[in-house]
T-cell receptor, first 112, second 114 residues
Framework: DGGITQSPKYLFRKEGQNVTLSCEQNLNHDAMYWYRQDPGQGLRLIYYSQIVNDFQKGDIAEGYSVSREKKESFPLTVTSAQKNPTAFYLC???????????FGPGTRLTVL | DQQVKQNSPSLSVQEGRISILNCDYTNSMFDYFLWYKKYPAEGPTFLIS?????DKNEDGRFTVFLNKSAKHLSLHIVPSQPGDSAVYFCAAKYWVTGANNLFFGTGTRLTVIP
């Protein structure tokens, strides 16, 4: 089955620790995205990547980092510099020029 | 600045009746609009879309209407079913140097009452 997987579904970390969220897709999509969802807010774009070894900052990139070494993978690192890291994180992908993005199931990160 | 707005955070509708979810946008460069449905603790799933060259797109029980002059779109669900209860996000995009970035509204929680 083709799709996007994110792991783990729930993640707990202590304040001050970096944490990496996994996102893998087997849809052969060129573009991948990371969003963050907070209560009462829409999805906000953190980073996106149009192609391997290339990525761009979204609206709220501060405190986050990404890599795109493989087409299938787009991991997101939440660093200790992110002031409010507790949120629901969503990964998405799309064909290069398609309009529709496909989303993964999300990872809920809680920083204690 | 929120370019896509959903001013109703929640909506309750009786089963079998029509649900109408509204969305307003400010950027006249948007050329494609999408609706996503989201259940708790899951990723959004694509529901229906419309190009800016059209004013209506229908798919089964779901119809999206676009009024470009008013910068307004709406999603109609007829008849509404309990399984439609979810948060609905409106999204819009315009093509910028190959990027496919979507701008999302804040969502409307639909509750269909049996």
């Amino acid at each position: 089955d083709g799709g996007i997987t994110q792991s783990p579904k729930y993640l707990f970390r202590k304040e001050g620790q970096n944490v990496t969220l996994s996102c893998e897709q087997n849809l052969n999509h060129d573009a991948m995205y990371w969003y963050r969802q907070d209560p009462g807010q829409g999805l906000r774009l953190i980073y996106y990547s149009q192609i391997v070894n290339d990525f761009q900052k979204g609206d709220i990139a501060e405190g986050y980092s990404v890599s795109r070494e493989k087409k299938e993978s787009f991991p997101l690192t939440v660093t200790s510099a992110q002031k409010n890291p507790t949120a629901f994180y969503l990964c998405a992908s799309s064909l290069d020029r398609s309009n529709e993005q496909f989303f993964g199931p999300g990872t809920r990160l809680t920083v204690l | 600045d929120q370019q896509v707005k959903q001013n109703s955070p929640s909506l309750s509708v009786q089963e079998g009746r029509i649900s109408i979810l509204n969305c307003d946008y400010t950027n006249s460069m948007f050329d494609y609009f999408l609706w996503y449905k989201k259940y708790p603790a899951e990723g959004p799933t694509f529901l229906i879309s419309i190009s800016s060259i059209k004013d209506k797109n229908e798919d089964g029980r779901f119809t999206v209407f676009l009024n470009k002059s008013a910068k307004h779109l709406s999603l109609h669900i007829v008849p509404s079913q309990p399984g439609d209860s979810a948060v609905y996000f409106c999204a819009a995009k315009y093509w910028v140097t190959g990027a496919n970035n979507l701008f999302f509204g804040t969502g409307t929680r639909l509750t269909v009452i049996p």
